[in-house]
Structures are given as structure tokens and as C-alpha cells.
């Protein structure tokens, strides 16, 4: 990383640190430093000292553990020894990373003076320093600090209270690396599973939201949230402050938000103009996502279906790996936007599968468009990184070459007879940045570039007359030096003369020390002056040297000075075509997720869903995509299975499915399928599968595995009953919700009653599209009263005694379990298994399964409660009014908001 640095190379301050001290008197260095950190609570702060940034006090304690490195002292403060720990500049980026990683937040510190520039102000005089940067999860720009195939986004959460219940959010998130940014607003139900689904780095809220007993949980999932004062979230100049940011003199023509996302937003880029410090990275106007155009997906339910991680944390294993075969990082970045959220509207989506239609069916297209996005650069980072000053020479050759290769997509996709809407999208987006300036950039840039552009050596020969001319005075000048260094070894009759150059003493004459005595006496001695004796050594300079020497560090400096104005130059030019540029960038992610959804189509035997309004749901030779892929490669098959859950004749809403069968039959491997297939649809995927017909579904929910949240202190049945509970309260009829084994966390008699109840609860009152595994085969008796409901089971055959699994989902139930069989494979004591047989005979002997049967010929099954049914007496005048007095929050009203609050609590009063 290229830190901003308002000085080149800043040379250590010659009045070292805060420095020893006896009495209480506190060092004009400490005065300095300690005014700069207070200014700047809860971030370590990185103090530069030369070569060094140096953390004090508390902050080097914390930064000396997290990073792994010595804790010193350095002088007094207050009688007392200062902690200090210190990184060397040249890998600050490395540590940086591990700080921020470690969820700390860094204030960078620089020296913004020369320190002679400072000596001349008076002895005592501290070089000026001034905080460049804050570094935060968040607001990240650098390559080596970002994962190039992960977004990075900064959120703001605003909430806006409501006094008749149910607060409102507005969010916004920001990636500052590719100059996303987003707006939407949303309800306290809806919040968790926004949340899961924009993933951010960070989160920014006010210090009221920080500690809110009721959102603490939720917001402590996130990676990292940093309270703010309530200035930064107010709605009266909120306004304002996005206007400020954009230049405009109204939000009207940019975007329109609500007053909730445009405080959001306004917090959004406050919070970025705070950290970049001056900088103004350049951000897309916020565009508005409506709510709903996204399938809701809780974040359990991304847990357990491991859509981006598997439960154990890794990439490896989740569906995402599984289906991403993009070749660039922003492509990866798109399909994992896309995965995160996918969507609900049916056009939207078929325009999707159209692009991925089309370079399925033309695979020498789909091939040739692969190697030309291969070659291409991720864009809109390096434009990021240019527009915050932390660019390179290779970010700019990023940009020549991507309108390099825009020319070669666009020239390749002009080849398709018939392209799909998103194709032609994306060939209009290609031709929008500007040729000639790659042509410029071409003619500018050398061959071979440096990283960082500090040093020069980027710019082409030939380019800049002016440069040239700098350049050969300096090479001619070294010239000059290797010739003396010939004439002194006449001169001197010392054959072993060398002339050198360090840091220190620039440049001089090295002779053995055998020699030294012949050139410090005369004649030589008026020629040669002694600089140094080392062991073996002894060093002089001349006159001739030095002469030359200041040639050459002035063409030096010329030709730098040159070349930095060049590339500022060419810096400027990409900024002005940013959004051409940050248009194209999109489209090379387009096409490649586009293309890699093909490959993956083809390569796996994946079809075309067909995705429409219906509340259909028929998947024929359905398979898991992650199953499928690990069996084939141990070279052995998935069986494929059929599952319908689409309204039958005459009924409106779609089924529910009970799945029974034996233990490792592969029930969770069918319902999690299914739930997979139904999300890649709508991401505009094609699914594994011989046919798929979707009715668009709003809400995926399920509840699956199980794992104890200690954390949170809830046991595996409670994680349980807290999942189970959110979908039978929020599932509606275009949900599609999968359950497996629930109740399987308590006794049998609790686990079955509420299973059995929660089926019915789905049947009649959630009457949504239902996947539901379970052990207890009393169950299945529900069927003859439930007109939606339908029995599977996963066939298992037994042979010799074991059993063999077959893997195939059939009409019908399963009368066993096969518990025991299992277990035997699994190598439990053969006394064990053979007294476990002897139980269970006896057990069934009292057969539950005819209980059942009597309990639904007994209980009334409509005792299910409707919803309005199930509400209590309605509450009374004092209720209401209590009610809205205990929803108020004083402090957190502006006094117009306030005074609205009370003319509502009066209009509740009962009329006289
Ligand atoms: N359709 C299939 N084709 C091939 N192998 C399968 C299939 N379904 C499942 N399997 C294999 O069987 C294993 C067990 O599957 P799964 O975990 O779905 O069983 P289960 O019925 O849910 O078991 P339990 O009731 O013990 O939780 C899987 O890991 C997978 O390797």
C-alpha cells in the first residue's frame, strides 16, 4: 500500500521521540501526539517517525499482542514509562491487514512538514503531523487489504421509531473500492435478513442503536459496528451533506429516497469523507432497491444451506464454490452479489437466463469470451484506488488494457447472430470509454512497470521531449563516474579504486586500507579528502565528485518531478471518463458470470428453469449441486429425485411434502436440493435438474441441522424452537419452506406434539410450498386429513440383516428407521446393538403409531387457530395510550417530531 504521504520520504525527526523525562512536564512530541489521538477515540493510532509508525500507551499494548511483536518503552510521561511498539513503513500494509482483521481501526499519522522545515521555525519545534487516513474494515481501497473476489461494503443503519409499533430502517452500503452504493428501506422483522444478505465488513450506527438491548444481537453478528454521534444519522441535513458529496444542488436528479435511506445514505458518505481525509472517492448516485425485489432469505437460513460458507466457515464445500467458474474477480464479486440475493421478479430473471442461454448453446463464443475477460483487469479498483491517491503506474495500465479488451469483447460479441437484452447491454456499455485515451495511456506507459509510482521509471521513452532530456543527463553523468573511476585508478596507480555510492555519503572513492595512507598523503591528499575508515576500507571523496554528483541528483529530480506531473496527469484523464469506465467494468462482470453460468450449465448437464407467477414448484431428476460434485468426484453417481409441490387440481396453494426414511437415507440431502435448485433459479441460473418450473418465491426459510448457539446462550433446542417459531409466524403462501427433523431435540412425546402441530399450523395457516423430514413416522397418518399433504419416503433395501441405501424418493412412508442398522455400521459394540433390538421389539410391541391413528380421528384438526382467531380481547383505551407513551424515545425526537408525538397521544384520549 501506498499510504498517502504529503512528503516523499520524510526523514526521521532529529528530536527523537517523546523523550526521556524526569519531571511531570509532558515533551512538545507527547503534546502533539496526545492531541492527535484524543482527536481520534477507539482508533489506534499509526504515529510516523521516519522510517517507523509508532503506537504508544495502550495502543502499542494492544497492537504489540495482536500483531505478534516486541513491546518496548520510550521515555516518561507523567513519571511513568510510555509503552511503545513501532512497524517499519515499508510493511505497514501487512500489518495493517492483520489489525483490521483483528476488527481493530487505525488512524494513520503522517509527518506533513520536512523536518528541516520545522528545525527552521526554532530547535524546539515538533515537525507538524496530521492524521491522512482512517483505515477501517469498511473503507478499504488497497489489493492486498481487500479479498479480490468478496465485496467489501460499509452499511449505515438508520432507524426511524414509530409510536403505533414497528420501527422502520433505511440502510445504505457503500463499496468505496468499485463505487457501489445502495439504498433500501425496511421493516425491524425484515432487518436480520437484509442484514445476512448485504453482508457488510462494517457497520456504522448511531451510539443510541449500539446499545439497544432489543437489536444488540443482531447487530453483534456482524464483522464489525462502530457507533457514530447522532449528527452523522440526522435527517434534517442529511440532504445536504449527499448533495455536498455529489456536487449537485438537489438529490432530485440523482436519486429519489426516502427520508430514512437519504439519512442512511448521508451517514454513508460522511463517514467515508472522514475516514479518506480529504479525499473524495468518486461513488455511483445511490441507486434504490425497492423492497421485495429480492428473495428475504434469514440468516439461518444462508447458514445452514451454506449459500457462500459451509457451517464449519469455509468457501470450499458451500454452493457458491460449487458453481462459480468466473475467471475475474469482479465476475466472482457479481455472482456472489447475485447468490446473496436473488431475485423475485420474472422478467428480471429471464433476461438472465437469456445471456446464459446464449453462450450455453454457442460454446466456441462462451470459450473466446472466457480467454478475452481471463486477460482483463479488474477496473473498477484500480479506478478506486487512482481516485483516493493511492493509485500506481499498473492501475493505469489496468485502464488501458481494459478498454484494450472491451474492443476485443465488443468485436467478438458483434459476432453473435442474435444477442440476448443483457448482451446488447453490455456491448453498448463497451463502447462508451473513450479509445483515444488508451491509445494515450499506451504511448505513455513503459513496458515494464513499477508498483508504486514513488520512484518514477513508468513513463515510455519517447513520450515527453522534457523527460528524455532529464533521463540522459542522468545516465550521462553516471557515465561521467564509471570513466573517473578509471582516470583516479591512473592517477592513484591503485588498481583496486572503485567509486561507490551509499545513502550516507552519496557518492565516493573506496580504496583497501593497505592504500588509504598513499591517498591521504600528498600529492593525492589535495585531490582526495577522507570521509571514512572502515576495517577494511578507507573512503574519500573529491570535488569532481561532488560536482557530479548534484548533476545527477538534479536530473534525478527533474526527470521524477516530471514524471510524477505525467502520471497525475493521466490520472485526472481516467477520473473524468470514470463512469464510461465503471460501465465497462460491469459489463466484463456480466459477461463473465453470464459465461461461466453456461460452463457451468454444460459441464454439469444443468437446464433452463422455467420461472413464472405461478405458485407452481415441479423439479423432475432434481440433484444437489454440492453432493452431486463431491460424489463425482469419488466416481460415484447422485441419484436424481422428482419433487412437486405445485397446488394439485382444484386447490390454490402449494403442498406440503412429508419426507420420511431410515437414518443416512438422504432426506436433508432432498430437501436442501430442492431449496438450492428454487434459489439458482431466480439468481438466473440453470438448475441441476431434467426440467424445473418455478413459481417465483418471495421467502426461503428453513430449518435444518442443528447447532447450539452458546454464545447467545441458547441450546440446540431453543436455536431450534427460535427458528421453527420465525417461519410459522412469517411464512406466507408464496414461501417455500424446508424443515428437517424438527423436535427431534426433546423428548419423543414433546418433539412429536409439536411437529405435529407445527404441520398442521403450516397446512392451514402459513400455506406455503413445504418440504418436511422427519423420524416420526406417526405422522404420516396426518395425510388422510390434510388435503395438501403428501407422503415420500427415501427407499432403503435390507440385505443379510444391513441395510442398503438407495437414495430414491418415492411416494409412500417409511415404517421403519433403520436406527439400529445404522448404528451397527457405524461400529457400535455388537452387545449393544443386539440389547438395542431387544428394547425396540419391545417398545413397538406397545405400537405409537396406532395412538396416532387415534389422535386424528379424535382431536378436532381444525382446533388449528387462524391467525385473526388466535388474537386476544382487543386491548383497552389505557392499553393503547400505554403502549404508545412506552414506544416514545424523547431522545432521539427532534422537537417537531416531539410535539407531533403528543397531538397523537391527545387524538387517542376517548372523545368527551
Ligand atoms: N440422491 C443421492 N444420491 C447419492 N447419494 C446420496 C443422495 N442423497 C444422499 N446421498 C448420500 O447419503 C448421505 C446421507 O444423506 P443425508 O444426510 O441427506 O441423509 P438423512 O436421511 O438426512 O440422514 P439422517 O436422518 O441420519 O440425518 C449423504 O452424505 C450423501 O453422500
Partial sequence: MTLQQPIPAPAPEPAAAPQAETSTRVTPMMEQYLEIKAAHPGLLLFYRMGDFYELFFEDAEIASKALGIVLTKRGKHQGADIPMCGVPVERAEDYLHRLITAGHRVAVCEQTEDPAAAKARGNKSVVRRGVVRLVTP????????????????????????????????????????????????????????????????????????????????????????????????????????????????????????????????????????????????????????????????????????????????????????????????????????????????????????????????????????????????????????????RGGPRDLAGIRDGIVAADQVLARLSELAQPPQEITAVMAAMQRPSRELAAEFAAALAEQLPLIKRDGGFVREGYEPALDEARNLRDASRLVVASMQARYADDTGVKGLKIRHNNVLGYFVEVTAQHGDKLMSAPLNATFIHRQTLAGQVRFTTSELGEIEAKIANAGDRALGLELEIFERLCAKALDISEDLRAAAHGFALLDVATSLAKLAVDENYVRPEVDSSLGFAIEAGRHPVVEQALKRNGEPFIANACDLSPAP?????????????????????????????????????????????????????????????????????????????????????????????????????????????????????????LFATHYHELTALSAKLPRMFNATVRVKEWQGNVVFLHEVLPGSADRSYGIQVAKLAGLPPAVITRAKSVLAKLEAQDRGQTARALVDDLPLFAVPSRAAAEVAPPSEADLLMEAVKALHPDEMTPREALDALYALKAKLPKQ
Fill in 138 to 389: 469498511g473503507t478499504l481501497t488497497e489489493d492486498t487489504l481487500l479479498d479480490a473476489r468478496a465485496n467489501n461494503y460499509l452499511l449505515a443503519i438508520a432507524r426511524a421509531r414509530s409510536s403505533a409499533g414497528g420501527d422502520r430502517f433505511g440502510l445504505a452500503w457503500i463499496d468505496i473500492s468499485t463505487a457501489e452504493f445502495m439504498v433500501t428501506e425496511c421493516s425491524g422483522g425484515e432487518l436480520a435478513a437484509t442484514l445476512a444478505r448485504i453482508n457488510p465488513n462494517e457497520a456504522i450506527v448511531t451510539d443510541a442503536l449500539y446499545s439497544d438491548n432489543e437489536l444488540g444481537p443482531t447487530l453483534r453478528e456482524l464483522p464489525a459496528v462502530t457507533p457514530l454521534t447522532r449528527d452523522v444519522f440526522d435527517g434534517a441535513t442529511a440532504e445536504k451533506r449527499l448533495c455536498d458529496y455529489f456536487a449537485v444542488a438537489t438529490m432530485d436528479g440523482l436519486a429519489q429516497l426516502t427520508r430514512l435511506e437519504a439519512t442512511a445514505a448521508a451517514a454513508a458518505v460522511t463517514y467515508v469523507d472522514r475516514t479518506q481525509v480529504g479525499k473524495h472517492p468518486p461513488l455511483s448516485p445511490p441507486a434504490r432497491e425497492a423492497s421485495g425485489a429480492t428473495m428475504a432469505i434469514d440468516p439461518a437460513t444462508r447458514a445452514n444451506l451454506e449459500l457462500t460458507r459451509t457451517l464449519a466457515g469455509d468457501r470450499r464445500g458451500s454452493l457458491l464454490d460449487a458453481i462459480d467458474c468466473t475467471v475475474t474477480s469482479a465476475g466472482s464479486r457479481l455472482l456472489a452479489q447475485r447468490l446473496a440475493a436473488p431475485l423475485t421478479d420474472v422478467a428480471g430473471i429471464a433476461r438472465r437466463l437469456d445471456a446464459v442461454s446464449a453462450f450455453a448453446a454457442d460454446s466456441a463464443a462462451r470459450e473466446d469470451m472466457r480467454s478475452i475477460l481471463r486477460g482483463a483487469p479488474d477496473m473498477s479498483r484500480a479506478l478506486a484506488r487512482l481516485s483516493v491517491g
Fill in 650 to 770: 382444484g386447490q390454490k396453494s402449494g403442498q406440503l411434502w412429508l419426507l420420511t426414511g431410515p437414518n443416512m437415507a438422504g432426506k436433508s440431502t432432498f430437501l436442501r436440493q430442492n431449496a438450492l435448485i428454487a434459489l439458482l433459479a431466480q439468481i438466473g441460473s440453470f438448475v441441476p435438474a431434467s426440467r424445473a418450473r418455478i413459481g417465483i418465491i418471495d421467502r426461503l426459510f428453513s430449518r435444518v441441522g442443528a447447532a447450539d448457539d452458546l454464545a447467545r446462550g441458547r441450546s440446540t433446542f431453543m436455536v431450534e424452537m427460535v427458528e421453527t417459531a420465525a417461519i410459522l409466524n412469517q411464512a406466507g403462501e408464496r414461501s417455500l419452506v424446508i424443515l428437517d427433523e424438527i423436535g427431534r431435540g426433546t423428548a419423543t412425546f414433546d418433539g412429536l406434539s409439536i411437529a405435529w402441530a407445527a404441520i398442521e399450523h403450516l397446512h392451514e395457516s402459513n400455506r406455503c410450498r413445504t
